[in-house]
């Protein structure tokens, strides 16, 4: 009698997707935040560098579970994107109820969410103001200039002559993002947080 061979089990894969480099720090930054209070499950995160559409994550999932030497099973997908990006360029909303069954259908994702980052992620890292000044050496009155989040934080680093890419400066942002109070930002975006952390199991 033939034995059976034992079925393999798949791997669990949760994924984030973020818009760009400086997204990508933040949301790093986040995890381990959530490690140092007891999270312990293995999150990738995927820099798209720009809005991660259903194209985009279609792309990325289908190269994960091709490179996989074992089966994988999306546990949680999450897409993250400034609520701005439809406003500045006149883009038209994606048909998320569309994306979701999309996703669960082809690669039978359990759960996705989308985390707004209200109005972009350098709101985020102004909740740290404080922080951020004395990263880059600037006084704590320093006066803000700029319409929208990402106007203010090129301001900012134009001081220091640092350029400013939240998409693709990754080695040059994030020395000083690196040194923002995570707990802070985590704190006042409670509410933009709270999908994503009702599916991680955070209760912190």
């Known amino acids: 009698m033939t034995k059976k061979k ?22 790093e930054k986040l995890i381990d935040y959530y490690r140092s209070n007891g999270f312990k499950k293995q999150i990738k995160i995927i820099n798209t560098h720009g809005f991660p559409d259903e194209k985009e994550m279609r792309k990325h999932l289908e190269t994960i579970r091709r490179c996989s030497k074992t089966p994988v099973m999306f546990d949680t997908v999450v897409c993250e994107y400034d609520t701005d990006v439809f406003v500045k360029n006149s883009k038209q909303k994606p048909d998320w109820k569309m994306v979701e069954a999309n996703l669960k259908r082809l690669f039978e994702v359990i759960h996705f969410c989308r985390i707004q ?3 972009s992620i350098e709101d985020w890292m102004l909740d740290d103001l404080e922080g951020l000044l004395k990263a880059l050496c600037l006084p704590l009155n320093t006066q803000l200039k700029g319409q929208y989040g990402q106007d203010k934080m090129k ?5 220091k002559n640092i350029m400013y890419d939240r998409y693709k400066g990754r080695e040059k942002i994030k020395p000083f993002l690196d040194k923002l109070d995570v707990a802070k930002i985590r704190e006042a975006r409670k509410k933009e947080l709270k999908g994503l952390e009702k599916l991680l199991g955070i209760d912190i």
């Open 6 to 27: 034992a079925k393999i089990k798949p791997e669990c894969i949760k994924v984030i997707f973020v818009e760009g480099d400086a997204d990508e720090i933040v949301f």
């Open 155 to 159: 301001a900012l680093f134009r001081r």
């Open 117 to 119: 980052a209200n109005t």
